[in-house]
Structure formats: C-alpha cells, structure tokens
C-alpha cells in the first residue's frame, strides 16, 4: 500500500505571493491532518479535514487555509505568504474509527521558503 | 491547557549503551494515547512506540521501551543498544478523541538524538 504522499517536495516564494500544497493520504485513510514543523517549535497543529470537513483547527491566522476532496485528497494553501511561513509542513493521514489504533502516518513533508 | 514538553532538545549517547528521552504532558482527559514518533535527517517521521492511557503495562517494541507513569503524567522512552540508525529526532505527542469523532493530536517539540560510534 503507497503511502502518504506530498507535492511539491520543494518550494520557494517571495512574500506576498500565495501557495499551495497537495497531500494524498494512505488508500482508505479517511482523515488528513496538517502540520506546521519549525526548528525549536515542533509540530504545530494546523487543521484536521475528515470526510470533506474541516473537523479542528489549530491557531493559525485565517491566510492559511485548506480543503479535502472526495477521493480524501487535501491540499493546504497559504496566502500573502510572510517570511515567517518558512517551515516544513507535514500532512499525515489516519484512518479513522474500526479496531485499529487510528495512529497518524506522515507524509515526506513540503519544505517551503519565502525569501 | 493540553501540552506535551521535552525539556531535551538534544541528547547524545554512545553506541551500543542506553539512553532515556523525557516527555511530560499535561492533560485532563482519561481516554488518551502516547506515542512516539522518529523523525531521520531528511526522511519521513515513523511512529516508533505507542502506549494507552489505561494500560499500566509499559509498551515495548524490540530495543525501544517506554516508562508510562500516569500519575505523574510522564511517558519516557527507552532506547538500549543504540545504534547508528536510532540518530533523528523524536517526537513526543498525546492524542485524545474529539467529540467530531476524530483525534487531536498534541506534539512536543522534539528531542534530537545523536548517536556516537
């Protein structure tokens, strides 16, 4: 079974321009979480999609934005980026509800740069 | 407030020797889990270790074990005879159910671990 796939690998913006991110989850998986990863902080919670909803949301200004497909597909977009969207962002899938543990499996990541 | 801290951003051990990674979280809830997560140089983070809140047996994987202690709401992970692979950094994190049907997870901010030969 593939896993959980992210594209593009790499990009790089100037501030103020708009982005977008792509993430396909584990065939099945149902539930597509995203994260924020940034030296000395971790991993930011930025939004959990489930069945075309968003279901939670972290702490994040309103530019960063996102959506689920019906095929479970997401995509996360950052708009009137800041130098400070800098990170890598990390997108991981579950599946959610039956008798499995329901852990997270994580994507390659997107590293993004805004010079 | 849910919190996960690491209070070692960096750890270095010998190889083939022991070493102990904390993590302390911060939680109201009953139902949760523990997991840790390792994160290579430049690949893709892998769950190394999970534990349930309501078992009080330490979860153990081949070299890697935990110390679960719920009362003191610390969950340590053990790595014996470490190798050159083990180097990355680890993630910490504790997810509880939302009333969506989904989970929350809650990460630290990692610890990075080199290994020694």
């Not at chain 1, 593939?2 to 792509?22: C, D, E, N």
């Not at chain 1, 996360?76 to 962002?89: C, I, Q, R």
């Not at chain 2, 990460?107 to 030969?117: D, E, I, N, Q």
Request: hydrophobic letters at 30%; proline letters at 4%.
């Amino acid at each position: 079974k593939a896993g959980v796939t992210q594209t593009p690998r790499y990009l790089i913006k100037t501030r103020g321009q708009q982005v977008t991110l792509s993430c396909s989850p584990i065939s099945g998986h149902r539930s597509v979480s995203w994260y924020q990863q940034t030296p000395g902080q971790g991993l930011q919670f930025l939004f959990e999609y489930f069945s075309e909803t968003q279901r939670n949301k972290g702490n994040f200004p309103g530019r960063f934005s996102g959506r689920q497909f019906s095929n479970s597909r997401s995509e996360m977009n950052v708009s009137t980026l800041e130098l400070g969207d800098s990170a890598l962002y990390l997108c991981a899938s579950s599946l959610v509800g039956g008798s499995t543990y329901n852990e997270q499996f994580f994507g390659p990541g997107t590293r993004l740069t805004v010079l | 407030a849910q919190t996960v801290t690491q209070s070692q951003p960096e750890m270095s051990v010998q190889e083939a020797e022991t070493v102990t990674l904390s993590c302390t979280y911060d939680t109201s809830e009953s139902d949760y889990y523990l997991f840790w997560y390792k994160q290579p140089p430049s690949r893709q983070m892998i769950l190394v270790i999970r534990q349930e809140a309501y078992k009080q047996q330490n979860a153990t994987e081949n070299r890697f074990s935990v110390n679960f202690q719920k009362a003191a709401k610390s969950f340590s992970l053990k790595i014996s005879d470490s190798q050159l692979g083990d180097a990355a950094m680890y993630f910490c994190a504790y997810r509880v159910p939302q009333t969506s049907g989904t989970y929350k997870y809650i990460f630290g901010t990692g610890t990075r671990l080199k290994v020694l030969a």
